[in-house]
Every structure is written in structure tokens, then in C-alpha cells.
């Protein structure tokens, strides 16, 4: 017994250790499923029950669409050059043109196009109870407001069918393309179509006046633009020609004369100074070689070829050559003083002083030329002048006639401009081409866009199923109770004895049945109802094989002539009573001495089943009124022998059943019988147990299948360890047989509750 108190201790008294993580288990995830089955299948038939409810009251919406294509191209003969597109400009100019379908003056033109102000399907058509019941609402509120006039009235009507054609249309782009779709949705059908068709009609017409509109205002701004250019215009050309006459700025092939003459003396200027040079060039030439001396000049003289008698210069000068060269031959063979040598230095003589004096001629024929091209110049020279003193008084004049001239050229090109806008305005206007085309129809829809009945009732069916998984699984996750035996095992470490099924209401502990009409001091008693005798009128069931091997468990644990067992359980109405009386039908009716116990001293559940316990009982045999065997009764079936309760209340039970008057009972009983049963009260509510413990060898506890909390059951066996201690084992009554299965692990013995049938010859109802 202490070696099991240790191992009791070192599992109920262990510090509580994270698992380690382990990966989901589809068999016990299956299990958690098919256990909750119910559950979920509930919510889900609520939900969809919830789903055709909102089919029945919703009505029906239909929906039309029509999808416009806007398309500059359409325009294109209109423009000479098409405008540049980007995405960027497409993108703002798609989204421009939604806003313009979703906008208010466009609902409002539909409104009037299609008389939506007075048309009652439209202003109030059928609605869920919600929006019905805010409508009216709204209604009863109104009734309060001021009155307003037939003129006030029809505008509100219109806006609010403005207001709410603009709540039930839809306008938006198709992708990435140059369509917008637009769509609207009514309770009839043949609304539907036809404001989606007025809404793409004025959508096209708005366009168009838009366009129009547009155009008559720049052409209105233009032709008053213009008459105001033409004045001005035709002003500074005026002014230009008023300007030139005065300071007499002439023009002729474009330029100005005055600006034509010294243009021209410039180039004359140019000229002679050119030839000015040229001349004194050769003058300066022809000087330096007259002055070098006559032979001198005539051996390095080159004559000119267009002088007139460079001719006759050079014939000379090719003689004194050839004398030269003949005088040096003769001088050379015969000497100077040779006569021929004479003559022919006497010829070179007269020949030299001829060509040098035709050089000297020469030269101041160049001297001449020089002195008439230097006066030419100064003469030019001197024209530029003058002529450069008046053209910068005409320059001056000049730039403020550039002046008038370049305001009279922009202005009379800003007017050609303008007037090349107007004419273009002016085609553009009597041109009825949007840029915009239908190209998919609305028709009336056949059948309604909402509510769908498939989707509704999917969506119903799957909120359901997750509306049932997330409450099953909050229950998963809240299950606190003992369903199986490795509940028992995981949580307390004592063995599991069995389970006892829940019984038919054939009676409940605390009736009061089977009573006759004997004398009440008989010492013979009969226990009522049924339940309390099962293991006797159904020895082949599964209930009274839980108690055979609650039997056997403790026959192998508690050892010694005579065994005193008490059956606890941690809170009222767990079946304690019950199981204690069929443990002691069954030891009595295998032929073992057996006294049952009634120690439940305020709850008296066992004593109020018997039939004639008047005269005494427990109470009165610990306080030695009478031998305690006087106030014992014997079960006609099972001949088993029953100490009841006393019929009074005492307040310190707990003193009674730990006194030496309990104990000299005890010890007396076991001299006597060799099962000693005693129905204890709970554990949880008052201390008669834990007072009665070191009398007893061992205890049974009893728990209530599904409903027992294991962490309630687990701490008061911590707080009661010696109980804990001489635990023989833990049967769960009341168990659902059906729904056991349920809870077992993959491959637990509870998955085959259901083949055990045929080994239990009797059924318990």
C-alpha cells in the first residue's frame, strides 16, 4: 500500500510539462469529426434552413448591362493630326469617363428621359424585411418635417430617383481595354433594360451636346478674339507705314536705299584700297631698283608683261646680254684692250643707259598710278563717311521701325491662327460625331442576378459547416469530462475498472418503491428500484461485469478475511449509491457475507430505497441506543445485510463516522461478514470521507461519465491523498454505450464496444 501511495503521488503531484509538438493525427482529427458529427451537421441544416429563409423573403434583383466603347478614332476625320496616347492618358481619361456615368446630372437627364420621378415600381420596389423596416422608418420620421409644395415635392421626387439611380448603377472599365460596362439592377426586369439603355443613350447624347457646347462657346470667345486681333493688326501696319514715310526709310528690293549706297561705297572702298595697295607696291618696287644704280637696275629688273613697251625692254635688255657675254669671250682670248673688246663695252654702255632710262619711265608711270588710286580712296574714304554720320540717325529710326514691324507680324500671325481655330470650330460644330459608340445592347434580363439561389444556399451550407467545425472544435478544445479509460489513466494514474451504462428511468435513486405492507419492525427489506439491483437481475450484462472485475480488482489489491470497501465520488448524483448497492448484490449473491452500509448520513439516498427501515440505523448503532446488529436489515432477493442510515439529522456526521463507535462497529462487522460495502457521501461537499479512510481498506470512486471535470476530480485527489492512496480503481457510470465509441482513440478498446454485444447474455434497460 505505500509503495502504490508513492506511485499514486509521483503521478497526480507531477508538475505539468509542455508536450513536445507533435504533427496533426488524421485518425484522431477523423475521431474529433465523427464525434461532433451532429454538431456540425446541425448548423449546417441550420444554416442552409437560414439560407432558404433568405431566398423566401429576398426578392429577386435583375440586372441589365451594356458596355460603351470610347474611341477617339471615331473623330479622326476631323482632326488633322490624332493625339498622342499613353497609358497614363488613357488611364485618366477612362477613369474621367466613369465618373461621368456615375454622375449626378447624368442620373438626373435618365430621370427625366424615363419619368423615373413618378414611377412607383421604381421609387419603391419590393425589399428585405430589414431595408423595409428602416423604409418605413424613414417614412414615420418624414410625417414630422415641414410641409413642402406641389413645385417642392416634384423636385424631391426627382431627387431622390436621381439619388437612388445613382445608388444601383454600375459603371466600370473592362481591364485594361477602352470599354466601360454599365450595368443596372432592378426588381423588374423591363426597368432594368430600359434605364440601362436611356443611361448609354444619354451617355452618347451628353457627349454630344457636350461637344456643341464646347464649340459654340470658342467659336463665341473666338469671334470676339478675332475682331479685337483684326483691329490691332490692321492698327500697327499703320503705324509702320506712318513711321517709315516720316523718317524716310525707303525700301526698295526689300532694303532701305541709304543702306544700298554705303553698302555699295563699302564695297568701292574695299576695291581701292586693294588697288591702292597694288600700286604703291610696285612703285615701292621699281624705286628701290632704280635707286640701286643703272647696271645694277638693268641686270635685276623685271619688266612687267602688261606695259606697252615691256616689249622693246626686254629685246634691249636681251642685247646688253649678249654683249655681256661676247665683251666677257673677247676679253677672255684677246684682252681688254682689244678694239673689238671696245666697241662691244661702248655698245653694252649705250644699251644700258637706253633700258635705264625706259626704267626710269616705267617708274614713274608707276608713281603716277599710285598717286591716282591713293586719291581715289581718300575719296571714297571720305563718302563712307559722310555716309556712316547718316545711317546711324537712319539705324536709330531703324530699330523702332523693327519694332512696329515685328508687333504688326505677331499680331497679324496670332490673328491667321485664330481665324484658322474659328474655321475649324466652326466645321467641327456642324459635325455630329462622338467619340463614343454602343457596342454591346442592354437587353431585359431573363432571369435574376440576385439573389442566387445556388450561391446562397453553397454559402449557407459551408458558413454552416464552419459555424458547426469552430463550435465543435471549441468543444473539442473544452472537453473536460472522463469519456474513456485513458482519461482515467492520463489524469489520475489509477486503473479504470469499467464502465457502467446508463440505465432506463425505471426509477431513481431516492424514489420511494417497492414498499409492502409489513410491520416496520421486520428485519426483512427489499431494494428499490431496479437500478440498484442490476447485478442480480442481469447477471450476464455488461453492468455486472464491471462489477465482477471491480470485485476481482479489489479481491487482488486488499487482502485479508474481510475487506472494507467505500464507494465515493467527488460531487452529488454520479451514481455512487447505485454502484455501491449492486457491488454488494453481486459479492452477496456469488455467496459471500456481505454488509452494505448506508454511511451517506445526510444525503440517505440507499436508506430511502428500502422498504421498512423505520426503527433506527446507522446513528443509532454508534451511539449504543441498541447492538448494532438489531438495526440491520436483509434483502429478501440477495439475503444480503443492510445497516440504513438513521432517520435523523446530524449535523457533525463526520465525528460519527470517525468516532470509536464507528470503529468498534467496523471491527465487529468484520468478524462477521467478509465484505463490508459503505455508501459514502462526496468528496467534494463535506469530510465524512476523508473522517471515515483509516477505517476503510479501500476505495471504489465513482465518476459520471461526461460529466465529472478531470481537473475537479484530480485536485481533490491531491488534497486527499490517503484516499488517493487506497483507490482501488475509478468506474464511469452512467456511460453512453452508443456515443463511447466516439471518443476512443484509433485502435482503443471503446472502437469495439460494439462487437462485446454477444459476450453479455443480458441487456440492461
Same mark, same amino acid.
Given at each position: 500500500?505505500?509503495?502504490?501511495?508513492?506511485?499514486?503521488?509521483?503521478?497526480? %503531484?507531477?508538475?505539468?510539462?509542455?508536450?513536445?509538438? +507533435?504533427?496533426? &493525427?488524421?485518425?484522431?482529427?477523423?475521431?474529433?469529426?465523427?464525434? +461532433?458529427?451532429?454538431?456540425?451537421?446541425?448548423?449546417?441544416?441550420? *444554416?442552409?434552413?437560414?439560407?432558404?429563409?433568405?431566398?423566401?423573403?429576398?426578392?429577386?434583383?435583375?440586372?441589365?448591362?451594356? +458596355?460603351?466603347?470610347?474611341?477617339?478614332?471615331?473623330?479622326?476625320?476631323?482632326?488633322?493630326?490624332?493625339?498622342?496616347?499613353?497609358?497614363?492618358?488613357?488611364?485618366?481619361? /477612362?477613369?474621367?469617363?466613369?465618373?461621368?456615368?456615375?454622375?449626378? =446630372?447624368?442620373?438626373?437627364?435618365?430621370?427625366?428621359?424615363?419619368?423615373? =420621378?413618378?414611377?412607383?415600381?421604381?421609387?419603391?420596389?419590393?425589399?428585405?424585411p430589414v431595408a423595409w423596416l428602416k423604409s418605413q422608418a424613414r417614412a414615420v420620421l418624414s410625417l414630422f418635417g415641414p410641409s413642402k409644395s406641389d413645385r417642392q415635392t416634384e423636385e424631391a421626387n426627382i431627387g431622390k430617383a436621381t439619388a437612388l439611380l445613382q445608388q444601383d448603377v454600375s459603371a466600370e472599365r473592362v481591364g485594361r481595354s477602352l470599354v466601360i460596362q454599365v450595368s443596372f439592377s432592378a426588381s423588374d426586369p423591363a426597368l432594368a433594360g430600359a434605364i440601362t439603355r436611356a443611361?448609354?443613350?444619354?451617355?452618347?447624347? &451628353?457627349?454630344?451636346?457636350?461637344?456643341?457646347?464646347?464649340?459654340?462657346?470658342?467659336?463665341?470667345?473666338?469671334?470676339?478674339?478675332?475682331?479685337?486681333?483684326?483691329?490691332?493688326? =490692321?492698327?500697327?501696319?499703320?503705324?509702320?507705314?506712318?513711321?517709315?514715310?516720316?523718317?524716310?526709310? $525707303?525700301?526698295?528690293?526689300?532694303?532701305?536705299?541709304?543702306?544700298?549706297?554705303?553698302?555699295?561705297?563699302?564695297?568701292?572702298?574695299?576695291?581701292?584700297?586693294?588697288?591702292?595697295?597694288?600700286?604703291? !607696291?610696285?612703285?615701292?618696287?621699281?624705286?628701290?631698283?632704280?635707286?640701286?644704280?643703272?647696271?645694277?637696275?638693268?641686270?635685276?629688273?623685271?619688266?612687267?608683261?602688261?606695259?606697252?613697251?615691256?616689249?622693246?625692254?626686254?629685246? /634691249?635688255?636681251?642685247?646688253?646680254?649678249?654683249?655681256?657675254?661676247?665683251?666677257?669671250?673677247?676679253?677672255?682670248?684677246?684682252?681688254?684692250?682689244?678694239?673689238?673688246?671696245?666697241?662691244?663695252?661702248?655698245?653694252?654702255?649705250?644699251?644700258?643707259?637706253?633700258?635705264?632710262?625706259?626704267?626710269?619711265?616705267?617708274?614713274?608711270?608707276?608713281?603716277?598710278?599710285?598717286?591716282?588710286?591713293?586719291?581715289?580712296?581718300?575719296?571714297?574714304? *571720305?563718302?563712307?563717311?559722310? /555716309?556712316?554720320?547718316?545711317?546711324?540717325?537712319?539705324?536709330?529710326?531703324?530699330?523702332?521701325?523693327?519694332?512696329?514691324?515685328? +508687333?504688326?507680324?505677331?499680331?497679324?500671325?496670332?490673328?491667321?491662327?485664330?481665324?484658322a481655330r474659328y474655321e475649324e470650330a466652326s466645321q467641327q460644330r456642324s459635325l455630329p460625331i462622338a467619340k463614343a459608340r454602343v457596342i454591346s445592347q442592354a437587353e431585359d434580363p431573363v432571369g435574376p442576378s440576385s439573389p442566387s439561389r445556388t450561391v446562397v444556399l453553397a454559402l449557407s451550407l459551408v458558413l454552416g459547416l464552419f459555424a458547426g467545425g469552430g463550435t465543435a472544435a471549441f468543444q473539442e478544445f473544452r472537453e473536460r469530462f472522463f469519456r474513456t479509460s485513458e482519461d482515467v489513466r492520463?489524469?489520475?494514474?489509477?486503473?479504470?475498472?469499467?464502465?457502467? @451504462?446508463?440505465?432506463?428511468? $425505471?426509477?431513481?435513486?431516492?424514489?420511494? *418503491?417497492?414498499?409492502?405492507?409489513?410491520?416496520?419492525?421486520?428485519?426483512?427489506?427489499?431494494?428499490? @428500484?431496479? #437500478?440498484?439491483?442490476?447485478?442480480?437481475?442481469?447477471?450476464?450484462?455488461?453492468?455486472?461485469?464491471? /462489477?465482477?472485475?471491480?470485485?476481482?480488482? !479489489?479481491?487482488?489489491?486488499?487482502?485479508?478475511?474481510?475487506?472494507? #470497501?467505500?464507494?465515493?465520488?467527488?460531487?452529488?448524483?454520479?451514481?455512487?449509491?447505485?454502484?455501491?448497492?449492486?457491488?454488494?448484490?453481486?459479492?452477496?449473491?456469488?455467496?459471500?457475507? $456481505?454488509?452494505?452500509?448506508?454511511g451517506d448520513l445526510r444525503g440517505r439516498g440507499l436508506s430511502r430505497s428500502l422498504s421498512g427501515t423505520s426503527g433506527g440505523g446507522l446513528v443509532e448503532a454508534i451511539a449504543g441506543d441498541k447492538h448494532w446488529p438489531n438495526y440491520v436489515r436483509i434483502d429478501r432477493a440477495t439475503q444480503m445485510a443492510i445497516l440504513p442510515a438513521s432517520g435523523r439529522h446530524f449535523a457533525h456526521t463526520s465525528e460519527l463516522l470517525s468516532g470509536p463507535g464507528m470503529q468498534k462497529l467496523i471491527d465487529e462487522?468484520?468478524?462477521?461478514?467478509?465484505?463490508?460495502? #459503505?455508501?459514502?457521501?462526496?468528496?467534494? @461537499?463535506?469530510?465524512?470521507?476523508?473522517? %471515515?479512510?483509516?477505517?476503510?481498506?479501500? %476505495?471504489?470512486?465513482?465518476?459520471?461519465?461526461?460529466?465529472?471535470?478531470?481537473?475537479?476530480?484530480?485536485?481533490?485527489?491531491?488534497?486527499?491523498?490517503?484516499?488517493?492512496?487506497?483507490?482501488?480503481?475509478? #468506474?464511469?457510470?452512467?456511460?453512453?454505450?452508443?456515443?463511447?465509441?466516439?471518443?476512443?482513440?484509433?485502435?482503443?478498446?471503446?472502437?469495439?464496444?460494439?462487437?462485446? *454485444?454477444?459476450?453479455?447474455?443480458?441487456?440492461?434497460?
Open positions: 500500500m505505500h509503495q502504490r501511495s508513492q506511485q499514486l503521488d509521483s503521478h497526480l %503531484f507531477r508538475d505539468d510539462e509542455p508536450r513536445e509538438e +507533435r504533427f496533426i &493525427d488524421l485518425e484522431v482529427l477523423a475521431a474529433a469529426i465523427w464525434r +461532433r458529427a451532429w454538431l456540425i451537421a446541425l448548423f449546417a441544416a441550420l *444554416g442552409v434552413a437560414l439560407g432558404v429563409a433568405y431566398l423566401l423573403v429576398t426578392p429577386p434583383v435583375y440586372t441589365a448591362a451594356t +458596355r460603351i466603347l470610347i474611341d477617339e478614332n471615331l473623330a479622326k476625320f476631323t482632326q488633322e493630326e490624332p493625339p498622342v496616347s499613353s497609358n497614363m492618358r488613357i488611364d485618366s481619361m /477612362m477613369s474621367s469617363e466613369v465618373e461621368i456615368l456615375k454622375s449626378a =446630372q447624368l442620373a438626373r437627364t435618365v430621370v427625366l428621359a424615363e419619368d423615373l =420621378q413618378n414611377n412607383e415600381a421604381f421609387l419603391n420596389p419590393p425589399k428585405a443611361y448609354a443613350d444619354a451617355y452618347l447624347a &451628353d457627349q454630344l451636346e457636350a461637344n456643341f457646347d464646347a464649340t459654340q462657346r470658342a467659336m463665341t470667345w473666338l469671334q470676339g478674339r478675332l475682331d479685337e486681333l483684326r483691329q490691332s493688326s =490692321q492698327t500697327a501696319a499703320l503705324e509702320v507705314e506712318q513711321y517709315r514715310a516720316e523718317h524716310g526709310l $525707303t525700301a526698295s528690293s526689300g532694303e532701305l536705299i541709304s543702306e544700298q549706297q554705303l553698302s555699295d561705297l563699302n564695297s568701292q572702298l574695299i576695291l581701292a584700297r586693294a588697288e591702292t595697295a597694288n600700286a604703291r !607696291a610696285r612703285y615701292e618696287q621699281f624705286k628701290s631698283i632704280i635707286e640701286s644704280g643703272a647696271e645694277n637696275a638693268v641686270r635685276n629688273a623685271t619688266i612687267p608683261t602688261e606695259q606697252p613697251n615691256s616689249t622693246l625692254i626686254n629685246e /634691249m635688255k636681251s642685247r646688253y646680254l649678249t654683249i655681256s657675254s661676247r665683251l666677257q669671250d673677247v676679253e677672255a682670248q684677246f684682252g681688254e684692250d682689244h678694239p673689238q673688246a671696245v666697241n662691244l663695252r661702248r655698245e653694252q654702255g649705250e644699251l644700258e643707259r637706253q633700258i635705264f632710262r625706259e626704267l626710269e619711265q616705267l617708274t614713274e608711270t608707276y608713281r603716277n598710278e599710285y598717286s591716282v588710286a591713293l586719291a581715289r580712296e581718300e575719296s571714297l574714304s *571720305g563718302n563712307v563717311g559722310t /555716309m556712316s554720320d547718316e545711317s546711324s540717325e537712319t539705324g536709330k529710326a531703324l530699330v523702332k521701325l523693327r519694332e512696329l514691324e515685328q +508687333r504688326a507680324t505677331t499680331l497679324a500671325n496670332l490673328y491667321q491662327t485664330y481665324l492520463d489524469a489520475l494514474g489509477l486503473k479504470f475498472l469499467g464502465y457502467l @451504462p446508463l440505465l432506463g428511468k $425505471t426509477g431513481r435513486a431516492g424514489a420511494k *418503491g417497492g414498499r409492502n405492507d409489513r410491520p416496520q419492525n421486520e428485519k426483512t427489506v427489499t431494494v428499490s @428500484p431496479n #437500478i440498484l439491483r442490476v447485478t442480480k437481475d442481469a447477471p450476464g450484462s455488461s453492468f455486472a461485469e464491471t /462489477m465482477r472485475n471491480t470485485r476481482h480488482s !479489489a479481491d487482488l489489491l486488499l487482502h485479508g478475511n474481510s475487506r472494507v #470497501i467505500g464507494f465515493v465520488s467527488v460531487l452529488p448524483d454520479e451514481g455512487k449509491t447505485t454502484v455501491a448497492t449492486n457491488f454488494a448484490c453481486l459479492t452477496a449473491a456469488s455467496g459471500a457475507k $456481505t454488509l452494505l452500509i448506508d462487522a468484520r468478524r462477521m461478514f467478509s465484505y463490508i460495502v #459503505i455508501d459514502l457521501p462526496p468528496l467534494g @461537499p463535506v469530510i465524512d470521507a476523508k473522517a %471515515f479512510e483509516p477505517m476503510a481498506d479501500g %476505495f471504489v470512486i465513482v465518476t459520471e461519465w461526461g460529466a465529472t471535470p478531470r481537473a475537479l476530480l484530480r485536485s481533490t485527489l491531491q488534497s486527499e491523498r490517503r484516499i488517493a492512496a487506497k483507490a482501488i480503481g475509478v #468506474i464511469l457510470n452512467k456511460a453512453d454505450m452508443k456515443k463511447l465509441a466516439r471518443y476512443a482513440t484509433p485502435g482503443g478498446a471503446e472502437s469495439y464496444v460494439g462487437r462485446y *454485444g454477444a459476450y453479455y447474455g443480458d441487456r440492461v434497460e
